[in-house]
């Protein structure tokens, strides 16, 4: 299921099923005062389009916590979209925003109220209301030392006020589901706050800094001697680590079960066991499995067996919390090496899926810092989820009004840079804006997605609420001045930062050329550059008109 909030500049690419959609519930008094009613909505702002399989749903309303309030639904193909399928989409859209009830603004006759009954509506006034029920699964899949980011996304989910009542894990998100089972999100936050290397694995080299690309390396080059000479790295610092955090005095009482994932050598058959408060120290040998990333890290041996690492099975284990009666299942996927498997998901159970657009760095490398940068983004982006913030890569408070600035400035170029107004109105270039961005871009975003993308390529740090006037004075500092490159990345991470500075028409360079040009009043604009380079050359005239405070 995909469900998208539509902008008014892009209704045009719906309109051929739209014009043939039909009233599902009789919200208006014919199918073509329901759609002009929806293109109302659109232009407010409050309506979606549900995609179901070969099927597409037209709501509008408005959603938060208490409730999902609906007072327009049209679908399309009408003729072949059953009663089940409507009720099951208007459900998982609640559901995916945890609201506790459903309400229909629409009057029906009493046979249909009665029949409405079945899927467990009861009329109220007119209105049609259903409680939502949850199960609740929280997924976390592997990732190593990028294992932060789902504390950060379980401190948001509690403050938002999710209740969990299963969790599934692999690897680290098997370590992670323990201490989630044990109530205290500080203790958690403070381990991966003070973690290393040398506390998680054993070779020489772990306890090394790593913040350089020089350093990064000598640390896995020695990690991977070690594992070679070795048939893999130690556990026994992280055996400890998890003996130190574990104890039955730590068990809440909660009524949350915990499946961990592991597989089974030499045959690679996948294992899934319970986490067991009753036998503590064998639970604590299957996380340990879980998370023994084999041949890198030893496999642990459990009743003469040897396992190891849950990801080379499944590293994302919807499936399990499938099995185990889920109706809504948190993905929080930190994109660790592994396999993960494709599951069908019953279009009646919500899905959302939490993950980073960010690398969150290396995943055998453990570093505090870079683990409470991740824990931020965790929150930060499912803080994000819920609309408490706005921003795909950088976080904003809601009150930014950002499309208000990309407007006013389209308005400007219009009468006085009409080239570059035309360059702005071509669809390829919103193609490449699209591409650039890796997200969704449409005119009414287009501000905010250029804002972000110039953070991109000027490396300001993600992990940080921003305000408009203290993210522009971020990019201009950058633009001046940068920094000697350091910090704990991945190899992926220090390549992509040195291209960037090192290749002479990379695209930050091609950015500050045209920002400096727009600084110097070289009004012409090269002919040969305007179609091959649109986005830095719209993105630093952007900033120059954020600049100069219009």
């Not at 299963?166 to 680290?172: A, F, Y």
Request: charged share 20%; glycine share 6%; with cysteine.
């Amino acid at each position: 299921m995909i469900i998208e909030r539509i902008y008014p500049s892009e209704f045009i690419e719906y309109q051929t099923n739209f014009q043939k959609s039909q009233l599902a519930l009789p919200f208006f008094t014919s199918h073509s005062a329901g759609r002009a009613g929806f293109l109302q909505a659109v232009k407010e702002g409050t309506a979606w389009q549900i995609t179901v399989q070969q099927h597409t749903f037209y709501l509008s309303g408005t959603l938060h916590e208490e409730a999902l309030v609906v007072t327009n639904l049209l679908q399309h193909p009408a003729e072949k979209v059953t009663w089940q399928e409507t009720f099951d989409s208007i459900e998982v859209f609640a559901k995916k925003n945890f609201s506790k009830q459903i309400q229909l603004k629409v009057t029906v006759e009493k046979t249909l109220q009665r029949w409405l009954t079945v899927y467990g509506y009861t009329v109220e006034g007119k209105t049609l209301v259903k409680r939502c029920q949850y199960h609740t699964a929280l997924v976390l899949g592997g990732g190593g030392a990028r294992g932060a980011y789902q504390i950060g996304v379980w401190q948001a989910l509690k403050e938002q006020g999710v209740a969990i009542q299963l969790i599934t894990g692999t690897s680290v998100g098997a370590l992670n589901g323990g201490l989630i089972l044990q109530g205290d999100s500080e203790a958690a936050r403070n381990l991966w706050w003070q973690i290393n290397t040398g506390s998680v694995l054993q070779f020489p080299a772990a306890a090394a800094e790593s913040r350089t690309l020089v350093a990064l390396l000598n640390q896995i080059r020695s990690l991977t001697a070690t594992a070679l000479r070795e048939n893999g790295t130690s556990t026994e610092p992280l055996m400890q680590l998890i003996q130190q955090n574990f104890s039955p005095e730590k068990d809440q009482g909660q009524k949350i079960q915990l499946y961990v994932c592991s597989t089974r050598l030499p045959d690679f058959f996948e294992v899934v066991v319970p986490f067991d408060w009753q036998n503590l120290p064998e639970s604590l040998d299957w996380l340990i499995a879980s998370a023994s990333f084999y041949p890198a890290m030893k496999a642990k041996e459990i009743g003469g067996q040897l396992y190891m690492d849950g990801g080379y099975r499944n590293n994302l284990p919807v499936d399990v919390a499938l099995a185990q009666g889920a109706t809504e299942c948190i993905l929080v996927d930190v994109q660790g090496p592994g396999f993960v498997k494709k599951t069908a998901v019953p279009q009646s159970v919500a899905v959302i899926e939490l993950h980073s657009p960010w690398t969150l760095g290396s995943f055998l490398v453990f570093d505090g810092d870079r683990s409470k940068k991740n824990y931020q983004l965790g929150y930060y982006e499912t803080q994000k989820y819920f609309a408490r913030f706005q921003g795909y890569w950088y976080t904003f408070f809601n009150e930014e009004n950002l499309e208000n600035d990309w407007q006013q400035f389209c308005q400007k170029i219009r009468k006085t840079q009409p080239r570059l107004w035309r360059l702005i109105k071509r669809k390829e270039t919103w193609q490449k804006m699209r591409k650039f961005y890796q997200g969704k871009v449409t005119f009414e975003t287009a501000g905010l997605a250029l804002m972000e993308w110039m953070g991109l390529l000027l490396s300001l740090e993600p992990a940080h609420v921003y305000r408009k006037t203290d993210f522009c004075r971020a990019l201009f500092t950058a633009l001046e001045k940068q920094e000697p490159l350091e910090g704990v990345y991945s190899v992926q991470e220090w390549l992509r930062m040195y291209r960037e500075r090192l290749i002479a028409w990379s695209e930050v360079n091609q950015f500050i050329y045209f920002y400096r040009m727009f600084r110097e009043q070289r009004q012409e604009l090269p002919v040969h550059l305007l179609e091959r380079l649109p986005i830095p050359l719209i993105a630093a005239r952007f900033l120059m008109y954020l600049d100069e405070g219009e």
